[in-house]
C-alpha cells in the first residue's frame, strides 16, 4: 500500500496538479449502518429488477476481478472502493463519474470492478450506469443479452425497470445494446436529468457510478457533467499523455469534484500489484 501511494505521490508530482483520493481507512463498516439488504425490503424497484448472474470466467477474461476475489488485484480496487465511499458519504455526494482523455484507458473495467467489489458491501446499495452512447461495451464485457438502453430512459422512452438488471440484492446495472447518434444533445437534454431523478428515486443508491464516455474525442461527458456529484480521471499507463491528463484534470476541476486519478495498466510496478 505504501508502494501504491509513493508511486502515486510521484505520479502526481510529474503530473502537476493531479489530485489523488483523499486518505481513508481500509475495511468494512463504510456504509450507513443498516443490515444487509434484500432486494424485497429495498423498494418495488429493485424487486421488479430482472436478475442477472455474469459468468465468471468471462469476467476474469475481461480483467474484472472482483467478482470473484481469487486474482489478488481484487484487494487494490477494495482499497479504492472504500477510499471513495469514505470521501462521497463526508461530501454528501453519491453521483461519480468515470471518464478518461482517450478511449481504451480503462474505464468501463473499472466502473466493473468497482461496481463487483461495491457489491460486496451487503449495506451499501449500487447503481452502475454506461453513459458512454456512441460505443457502448458493458453489456458484451460482462456477457449481458439482454437489449437494455439507459439511453432510452434518459430520453424518455423507457422505465427504470426496462433499463437495468439486477446481481445479488444490492447492485443494479444499466447498459447500453445500441449506440446513439446526437447523444451529446440526449445528455444535456432536460429529459436526461429526469431519467437521473427517476434512478435516484427508484433505486435510493447510496452510490451511482456513472461509466463515461472518454473527454478529448466528444463533448458527452462535459454534457453529463451537472449530473454528478464527483469524477474519477483514468490515465492509461502507456496511452495518456502528461498533457492530456493535465487538461482533463483542469477541465473536470472547473466544473465538477475531481476525486482523484487512476493510473491503469501500469507494468512498471511490482509484480505483487498484478494489476
Ligand atoms: N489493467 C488492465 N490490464 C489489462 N487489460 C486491461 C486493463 N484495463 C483494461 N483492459 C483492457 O483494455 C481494453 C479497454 O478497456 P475498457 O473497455 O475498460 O476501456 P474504456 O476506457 O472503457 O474504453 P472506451 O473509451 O472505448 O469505452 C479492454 O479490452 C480491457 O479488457
Ligand atoms: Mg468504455
Same mark, same amino acid.
Given at each position: 500500500?505504501?508502494? %501504491?501511494? #509513493?508511486? %502515486?505521490?510521484?505520479?502526481?508530482?510529474?503530473?502537476?496538479?493531479?489530485?489523488?483520493?483523499?486518505?481513508?481507512?481500509?475495511?468494512?463498516?463504510?456504509?450507513?449502518?443498516?443490515?444487509?439488504?434484500? #432486494?424485497?425490503?429495498?423498494?418495488?424497484?429493485?424487486?421488479?429488477?430482472?436478475?442477472?448472474?455474469?459468468?465468471?470466467?468471462?469476467?476474469?477474461?475481461?480483467?474484472?476481478?472482483?467478482?470473484?476475489?481469487?486474482?489478488?488485484?481484487?484487494?487494490?480496487?477494495?482499497?479504492?472502493?472504500?477510499?471513495?465511499?469514505?470521501?462521497?458519504?463526508?461530501?454528501?455526494?453519491?453521483?461519480?463519474? %468515470?471518464?478518461?482523455?482517450?478511449?481504451?484507458?480503462?474505464?468501463?473495467?473499472?466502473?466493473?470492478?468497482?461496481?463487483?467489489?461495491?457489491?460486496?458491501?451487503? &449495506?451499501?446499495?449500487?447503481?452502475?450506469?454506461?453513459?458512454?452512447?456512441?460505443?457502448?461495451?458493458?453489456?458484451?464485457?460482462?456477457?449481458?443479452?439482454?437489449?437494455?438502453?439507459?439511453?432510452?430512459?434518459?430520453?424518455?422512452?423507457?422505465?427504470?425497470?426496462?433499463?437495468?438488471?439486477?446481481?445479488?440484492?444490492?447492485?443494479?446495472?444499466?447498459?447500453?445494446?445500441?449506440?446513439?447518434?446526437?447523444?451529446?444533445?440526449?445528455?444535456?437534454?432536460?429529459?436526461? #436529468?429526469?431519467?437521473? #431523478?427517476?434512478?435516484?428515486?427508484?433505486?435510493?443508491? &447510496?452510490? %451511482?457510478?456513472?461509466?463515461?464516455?472518454?473527454?478529448?474525442?466528444?463533448?458527452?461527458?462535459?454534457?453529463?457533467?451537472?449530473?454528478?456529484?464527483?469524477?474519477?480521471?483514468?490515465?492509461?499507463?502507456?496511452?495518456?499523455?502528461?498533457?492530456?491528463?493535465?487538461?482533463?484534470?483542469?477541465?473536470?476541476?472547473?466544473?465538477?469534484?475531481?476525486?482523484?486519478?487512476?493510473?491503469?495498466?501500469?507494468?512498471?510496478?511490482?509484480?505483487?500489484?498484478?494489476?
Amino acid at each position: 500500500m505504501e508502494r %501504491i501511494q #509513493a508511486a %502515486i505521490q510521484k505520479a502526481k508530482e510529474q503530473r502537476g496538479a493531479v489530485v489523488a483520493p483523499s486518505p481513508g481507512g481500509v475495511g468494512g463498516g463504510v456504509g450507513p449502518g443498516r443490515g444487509p439488504l434484500r #432486494a424485497s425490503q429495498v423498494g418495488p424497484a429493485w424487486a421488479e429488477l430482472a436478475a442477472f448472474d455474469p459468468e465468471p470466467r468471462l469476467l476474469a477474461r475481461n480483467h474484472i476481478v472482483t467478482f470473484e476475489d481469487v486474482d489478488p488485484a481484487h484487494s487494490h480496487f477494495d482499497i479504492l472502493r472504500t477510499k471513495m465511499l469514505r470521501t462521497m458519504q463526508r461530501n454528501g455526494w453519491t453521483s461519480v463519474g %468515470i471518464t478518461s482523455p482517450t478511449s481504451g484507458c480503462g474505464k468501463t473495467t473499472l466502473a466493473l470492478n468497482l461496481a463487483f467489489s461495491l457489491a460486496r458491501q451487503p &449495506d451499501v446499495r449500487t447503481v452502475l450506469v454506461e453513459v458512454d452512447l456512441r460505443r457502448p461495451s458493458m453489456a458484451r464485457q460482462i456477457g449481458l443479452k439482454s437489449p437494455q438502453s439507459v439511453a432510452g430512459l434518459l430520453q424518455g422512452s423507457r422505465s427504470v425497470a426496462e433499463s437495468f438488471v439486477r446481481y445479488g440484492d444490492n447492485l443494479a446495472i444499466g447498459t447500453n445494446a445500441q449506440s446513439v447518434r446526437d447523444s451529446a444533445e440526449l445528455l444535456m437534454n432536460a429529459r436526461a #436529468a429526469e431519467g437521473v #431523478a427517476a434512478i435516484k428515486s427508484a433505486f435510493l443508491p &447510496d452510490i %451511482i457510478v456513472y461509466d463515461l464516455p472518454p473527454m478529448l474525442q466528444s463533448d458527452d461527458a462535459m454534457a453529463f457533467l451537472p449530473q454528478l456529484d464527483c469524477v474519477l480521471l483514468v490515465a492509461g499507463a502507456e496511452k495518456s499523455r502528461l498533457d492530456e491528463v493535465d487538461k482533463c484534470e483542469k477541465d473536470l476541476a472547473e466544473q465538477s469534484n475531481v476525486l482523484g486519478v487512476v493510473l491503469n495498466s501500469c507494468r512498471y510496478m511490482s509484480e505483487e500489484f498484478g494489476y
